[in-house]
């Protein structure tokens, strides 16, 4: 099934054309990837799929009865709204049933001596039941807990105002919203935008069982790769389909253009002796006395024959890329960033405890963990900009240190991009307009505020400043967010030139695999060092995470039976619930409320009872009802008390 297609969709803002000549189609259960540079049209077409704008032109398709969902990348809610109220809107039909059912419950207690209005009650209850029912109504809390704690949404976030959310929390509350919604195709803008690790893994999981159709725009290669199984190329206004993930597209994409580029050279070299072979006949034709119609006619057969030609187009082997290469500089001393025994609390919230970390010269390692960890906080105290509650950190000697913060740009908002660029490089007008050429930023566009710059163009400039500094050790704080493939590919290999010393905090496992020797992950408030690719780290890590579920959950059951009065439990009990023997939390709760409703409808049936003295059939008909409703009860008990003892 067909679930959109599109033929030759055009779409533009004033005068500079967006997309021009959009074919393709999707058919119900792929996943797909909308991949190409910034600036190519990618979400113009994702909203023009979804319905909220319509093109200029062409002909667009959407299956009818479909429900589409849309995550864009700046959601939008009501002022008075929390996170929380935001992922619960998902579920605002069920809810709405809800309420509609507790209100006729309570009419209906007040109305047990009007038999025929509580009758008509009690039917329209039963048909509101049965749709809640068919909506998983009673599940509908539990899987908003499942996709929440998924996501490593916080109870913090979901209490906050969502007008007071940062703009990566905004995302990740639409994220979890739309992924709480049923609907039959999904449509994720950059979704991994702001999650850290066990969140990617936990939403690829998701994405690989989503029994709908996937759309995603997205820049993260090693996400892409897990999900999806086409793509999209989007440039020039044009899209060009590939079957596979992203390391299938990017292979064929590059067979395609070489066999494209043999094509242009054997089509021009063909015209050039077309052109040579034209050009001649009609010298011979000139040359006699009188002239050689025949040798002309020739010449103009040629020449229409030429113009029937369908020219190949000359293939664009690489897009723009930044003029991107540190500077060479002095070496640093052996050991370059020093954390001893550093304790930390920040917000009422301790993040460090005893934490130690060594970085040495040439050394290139990530700094990894969950979300509110304490990442850049600990960076913040490596610079210098907030102080430890104890311990020691310290850079070394002759570290000069380049900083890339994921807030690019932080000082003057009215400052110029060309102004900005030359408060770090000091060079003339002419010679900062033809540097920041290499990083895409070209005519008047150097005299655009910083505040009208967008995320990307932010980073580049940052990049374009680092460039010009004197630097031995890079401090990179999300330096991929904001650029498209390109660019990261860019980023990457003047990182993997440049001679000094790297540490890293990112997300982008694809840039992380290619990047670092080593990873520190932060767990429980201390830090710990796993040599080799990021890949072989994370095995390592959860290898780790395995074993302390394995030993907590052994401790958890051999306690009971230890002392007749057991200890005061350690903290570390806590993470006992990742223990795979533990009782599911979120089954207990769906059957404690299966239970609850039964109780509710037990209670009803029983005071109907008085109302219908001298209708024996309808009492035995609830007599009947009520023994159902009891058996139920006893089932759901039985299955409850079973699920405590495992």
């Not at 089509?267 to 001649?280: D, S």
């Amino acid at each position: 099934m067909i679930i959109v297609a599109t033929t030759q969709l055009q779409k533009s803002y004033g005068a500079d054309p967006v997309l021009q000549n959009i074919t393709l189609e999707i058919k119900a259960g792929e996943r797909v990837g909308i991949v190409g540079p910034n600036g190519a049209g990618k979400t113009t077409l994702f909203k023009l799929l979804a319905g909220i704008e319509s093109p200029d032109s062409g002909e667009l398709y959407r299956a009818k009865g479909t429900v589409w969902a849309y995550l864009p990348q700046s959601p939008q809610y009501p002022q008075e709204w929390t996170g929380r109220d935001v992922v619960a809107s998902a579920f605002a039909e069920v809810r709405h049933i809800q309420e509609q059912m507790r209100e006729l419950e309570s009419q209906m207690a007040l109305l047990y001596e009007d038999e025929a209005a509580l009758n008509r009650l009690m039917q329209r209850y039963q048909k509101l039941q049965d749709e809640f029912e068919q909506q998983d109504g009673y599940q509908w809390e539990t899987r908003m807990t499942q996709v929440v704690q998924g996501l490593g949404v916080s109870e913090e976030l979901l209490a906050t105002p969502f007008a007071q959310l940062s703009g990566g929390e905004k995302t990740k509350a639409g994220l979890a919203k739309l992924l709480c919604q049923k609907s039959d195709v999904l449509l994720l803008d950059e979704p991994t935008n702001h999650l850290d690790v066990e969140s990617m893994e936990w939403l690829e999981q998701f994405l690989q069982s989503y029994s709908g159709t996937v759309l995603i725009i997205s820049h993260d290669r090693y996400f892409l790769d897990a999900v999806v199984t086409s793509v999209y190329h989007v440039d020039g206004g044009e899209a060009e389909f590939y079957i596979g993930n992203y390391s299938a597209f990017a292979t064929e994409r590059e067979e395609r253009l070489l066999r494209q580029f043999a094509a242009y050279q054997e089509q021009q070299k063909k015209i050039k002796k077309m052109k040579e072979t034209i050009k001649r006949l009609k010298e011979w034709g000139n040359r006699s006395n009188p002239p050689n119609e025949a040798f002309h006619r020739r010449a103009k057969s040629m020449e229409k024959a030429l113009a029937r030609i369908e020219r190949i187009e000359r293939p664009k082997m690489e897009a723009d890329r930044m003029g991107l290469q540190f500077k060479k500089t002095d070496r640093s001393g052996q050991d370059v960033l020093i954390v001893t025994d550093v304790h930390k609390t920040y917000g009422g919230k301790q993040l460090f405890a005893d934490a130690s970390l060594l970085l040495r010269f040439g050394e290139r390692k990530a700094l990894l963990g969950p979300n509110g960890c304490g990442k850049s906080t600990l960076i913040r105290m490596l610079l210098g900009e907030t102080e430890p509650d104890a311990g020691r950190l310290a850079i070394g000697s002759s570290v000069k240190v380049g900083y890339l913060s994921q807030q690019a740009l932080e000082g003057d908002q009215n400052q110029r991009l060309i102004e900005a660029f030359r408060d770090v490089a000091k060079v003339t007008e002419a010679e900062a307009r033809h540097l920041l050429a290499k990083f895409l930023f070209y005519g008047e566009h150097v005299f655009k505020k910083v505040s009208q710059l967008s995320g990307g163009e932010r980073m580049r400039l940052r990049l374009a400043q680092l460039m010009h500094q004197d630097i031995n050790l890079l401090i990179l704080d999300e330096p991929t967010n904001h650029l498209d493939i390109e660019a990261r590919e860019t980023l990457e290999e003047a990182l993997a030139d440049f001679h000094g010393s790297l540490f890293i905090v990112s997300h982008d496992r694809y840039f992380l695999q290619k990047m670092v020797d080593g990873v520190f992950w932060v767990e429980d408030k201390r830090i710990v060092h796993d040599v080799g690719t990021y890949e072989e780290a994370r095995t390592k890590q959860k290898e780790r995470s395995q074993k302390r579920a394995d030993r907590l959950a052994g401790e958890a059951k051999a306690k009971p039976a230890a002392k007749p009065k057991p200890p005061e439990p350690k903290r570390e009990v806590v993470a006992t619930e990742a223990a795979p023997k533990r009782p599911n939390t979120y089954k207990l709760s769906e059957l404690e409320q299966r239970i609850a409703k039964l109780e509710e409808k037990k209670a009803s049936l029983t005071g109907l009872l008085s109302q219908a003295e001298t209708d024996y059939q309808q009492l035995a008909a609830w007599q009947t009802e009520i023994e159902h409703v009891q058996q139920e009860i006893d089932d759901c008990y039985v299955a409850w008390v079973s699920m405590q003892e495992v």
